[in-house]
T-cell receptor
């Protein structure tokens, strides 16, 4: 059974700092991995999707990497801003349409 | 496009009452998913449909939960009777069809989430 773990559960950084969020998964047989952002009381917004054949994806100040063999992904946020404060979730898709989610990392960027 | 639409946004009900949550997926999407989010268990998939047909309902917690998709633009998740432990945020998501090349299924399958329904059962 696929399990997804995100460490740390919460992270607080000063504005302007570069930071890395971690995601690990137990079964490396995945089709893709997605990073989502969730704001309080809101739904999930997809940030980046990395297919199993890819090593990384970039969007603006965000860069996500995937090492399928070791079961790890990282989300790098450059020059963090208070508006980046949210919970970040990673999810993996295996041999079906199912997404298996981690419990998220709650990020706070302090002005 | 308005995105995935869910109603109601908030629901407060008493134990034993029937609760119906509604979802309208993005037009043209042929996959629809129902998730539940709690602090203890995180986000869990309850059931998903493809072309209005339930494909996997292994995440549905028990017989009190049922889901239907009568047409491509509407789905319901019903809880009868509701219990306090059903209190959670319920999300609906949809995703577009993905292509098939020979025997390989395209891996691209981005899911788009609605704003959720926060259910409180007293």
């Amino acid at each position: 059974k696929q399990e997804v773990t995100q460490i740390p559960a919460a992270l607080s950084v000063p504005e302007g700092e570069n930071l890395v969020l971690n995601c690990s998964f137990t079964d490396s047989a995945i089709y893709n991995l997605q990073w989502f952002r969730q704001d309080p009381g809101k739904g999930l917004t997809s940030l980046l999707l990395i297919q199993s054949s890819q090593r990384e994806q970039t969007s603006g100040r965000l860069n996500a990497s995937l090492d399928k063999s070791s079961g790890r992904s990282t989300l790098y946020i450059a020059a963090s801003q208070p508006g980046d404060s949210a919970t970040y979730l990673c999810a993996v898709q295996g041999g079906s349409e199912k997404l298996v989610f981690g419990k998220g990392t709650k990020l706070t960027v302090n002005p | 496009d308005a995105g995935v639409i869910q109603s109601p946004r908030h629901e407060v009900t008493e134990m034993g009452q029937e609760v119906t949550l509604r979802c309208k997926p993005i037009s043209g999407h042929d996959y629809l998913f129902w998730y539940r989010q709690t602090m203890m268990r995180g986000l869990e998939l309850l059931i998903y449909f493809n072309n209005n047909v339930p494909i996997d309902d292994s995440g549905m917690p028990e017989d009190r939960f049922s889901a239907k998709m009568p047409n491509a633009s509407f789905s319901t998740l019903k809880i009868q009777p509701s219990e306090p432990r059903d209190s959670a945020v319920y999300f609906c998501a949809s995703s577009p069809p993905h292509g098939r090349r020979a025997t390989k299924i395209s891996s691209y399958n981005e899911q788009f989430f609605g704003p959720g329904t926060r259910l409180t059962v007293l």
